[in-house]
């Protein structure tokens, strides 16, 4: 098992189990997610379990809702630039404060499996969020790491990445996505 998960929030060994993904057109898919008020074992626990989930599915960020939890949580690894390493990073109530530059990059979403679209996006943020005890920090993020926290975000505001493309090609996307699913086995 991946200990890289208990790092995120500070525990020792991990208990991590896996949470159900919730595919489109789940509900909690399309709510505004609420804040995050206690800062406690069982917060710690769902953020390793969100981890950990993220990590099996092989995704590089993963936001509560996605997992059925209308809170205001994300937990983010991207790769770092020339490295193979990264960073299992939790943010809880995050929001942008600073952002610049566009780049346009191809995304895919754990909520859309074998869907891949190209999305506008800002090339550098600043955001500020709360750790898992309750502290507040900002972070700087570019490129990748930046997209990949804008992408939850949306999700934390009940917006998917498909909400970004015109209503054209959001119909062909679901059509797409309601074959990906049935081969997947998921009931749509």
Known sequence: MDGRASEVVGQGEPTMSLLELQYWPAEVLRIVASPVTEFDAALQTTL???AE???VERGIGLAAPQVGISKRMIVIDTPIAD???SQLEALINPEIIESSGELIWEEGCLSFPGLTVDITRKETI???FQDHKGAW???DAAGLKAV???HELDHLNGINFIDHVSPLK???LLRELKKNLTELGVET
């Open 48 to 50: 390793e379990d969100m």
């Open 53 to 55: 989930t993220m990590y």
């Open 83 to 85: 490295e193979e390493s």
């Open 126 to 128: 600043r955001v500020r």
């Open 137 to 139: 920090h900002e972070m």
């Open 148 to 150: 990949c926290i804008q």
């Open 170 to 172: 959001r119909k062909l």
